[in-house]
């Protein structure tokens, strides 16, 4: 996470790159040195950079030999189309992108940019992130192309957003700054001090059934148009240290659902439910959130998680959901809830946290004081569920009943027939932290 300490920093200073040129300062980039940045580019030639060879998942399958001869080649194509000018990295126009030596993971991006203006109106480039299209560059005039949307956008995306908030390019041929932010595949892009993309999934274009690459090699689109740039400079942000199962949990055959690093094995509202600094947060920007659940779909299981309240917060498990639908009421909602805030102080005994909503009220008093983890496991065994908070047991009750003769609340509870279904979590509109997220498969187990 990203103090905000540096950031006052960077507003103030950093997004004035493209005036460095002109700077009297011996070293205009120290400023950026001390907070951790490196500059890819030193202005007098191309160290560091390489040509391109084919996309990341082709590369994975070459032998040594065979790569090490298509990125000979690649940098003899390279060396042709792009030149250092004045202090300046030129695209000519002519020949594939320009790849960083290095590959990347988690990192912040400066980056100055200028599309020439050589009246041809057809401006285009753009930053691939991960060896990945692409943080998308061009004149804004071409609206035959839908370029009036402006800069900053993840082009090539097709499920998530792919345009940028607002349109913040500067006139054809002036220098532009981006300032690019990439953790897990979520990716915040600032043009010129303006927020045009915020914490937007960067979808794996190469094959889009596959997550993002961890790590890959930052390139310069090559797209016909004359592109300068300059002042490039990058911080890596050092990921937590990912979440591993204990000898005793491998043994008894538990699986990883979210080690901090990615949401590979979640689907549903991937936009307000983010990866930051290791945690699952959801943090939604309207009234809801939404719902965020496994791929797989799961009957007998015991699910074990770490969630960090706020003041008031209210979320929930949904265990055995549909993928649409009210989960509290279409599968089974165990609650999720800061339930001594006083906005809740008239809670139903089956509206405390832990409990199975509407249908087996939980005992209260465990939770841990907001702001602090707690630790939860809950367990589904054909009608039985248990729920264990903190090493203590709030609910250990049998849905059965509540089938045969009714819920608690009165209201109709449809999921309670259900014997399989999705785990999630569900939004209510606050802020709640999750990690460390296993589950283990009890199906058709004694």
Request: charged share 25%; glycine share 12%.
């Amino acid at each position: 996470m990203i103090k905000a300490s540096f950031l006052a920093l960077i507003s103030a200073t950093l997004f004035t790159l493209a005036g460095f040129a002109q700077s009297t300062d011996n070293d205009p980039g120290k400023a950026l040195k001390d907070k951790g940045f490196i500059s890819l580019f030193n202005g007098k030639d191309l160290s560091g950079w390489k040509g391109l060879v084919a996309n990341p998942i082709e590369r994975s399958k070459m032998s040594k030999d065979t790569l090490t001869a298509k990125q000979a080649e690649a940098d003899e194509i390279m060396r042709k189309g792009w030149q250092v000018v004045n202090g300046e990295l030129l695209f000519t126009g002519h020949g594939d992108n320009l790849a960083t030596v290095k590959k990347y993971g988690d990192f912040e991006l400066l980056v100055d940019w200028k599309i020439y203006n050589d009246g041809k109106k057809d401006g285009d480039a753009g930053i691939y992130l991960r060896g990945t299209p692409q943080v998308q560059m061009w004149d804004t005039s071409r609206r035959d192309a839908g370029a009036q949307v402006g800069s900053g956008g993840l082009y090539n995306n097709q499920k998530n957003e792919s345009k940028p908030l607002k349109v913040a390019d500067k006139p054809l041929g002036d220098w532009n700054n981006f300032r690019i932010i990439m953790i897990g595949d979520k990716v915040t892009v600032y043009l010129n001090g303006e927020l045009v993309t915020d914490k937007i999934t960067l979808e794996n274009y190469w094959d889009r059934a596959l997550p993002l690459f961890p790590e890959e090699q930052i390139e310069l689109e090559a797209h016909g148009s004359r592109v300068g740039y300059k002042n490039i400079y990058i911080r890596e942000i050092p990921r937590p240290t990912a979440f591993t199962l204990s000898a005793a949990e491998k043994k008894e055959g538990y699986e990883v659902l979210f080690d901090g690093a990615n949401l590979d094995k979640w689907t549903g509202n991937t936009t307000d439910y983010i990866v930051d600094d290791g945690n699952i947060t959801i943090s939604p920007k309207g009234d809801g959130g939404g719902n965020l659940y496994t791929k797989e779909e799961f009957s007998d299981f015991v699910f074990r998680f770490e969630f960090k309240l706020t003041p008031g917060a209210n979320n929930g498990l949904g265990i055995r959901m549909p993928s649409e639908g009210d989960a509290a009421y279409e599968g089974m909602e165990i609650q999720i809830l800061d339930n001594d805030a006083d906005v809740y102080k008239d809670l139903k005994p089956y509206q405390y946290h832990g409990s199975v909503y509407g249908v087996i009220p939980a005992k209260r008093g465990f939770l841990k004081p907001v702001g602090e983890w707690n630790y939860e496991e809950v367990t589904a065994k054909g009608t039985k569920i248990k729920v264990v908070l903190n090493g203590k047991v709030i609910v250990d009750g049998d849905i059965a009943e509540a089938k045969a003769k009714g819920t608690k609340d009165g209201h109709e509870h449809p999921g309670l027939k259900r014997d399989k279904g999705h785990i999630g979590f569900l939004g209510h509109g606050t802020t709640v932290y999750f990690k460390n997220i296993r589950v283990k498969n009890i199906s058709n187990k004694k």
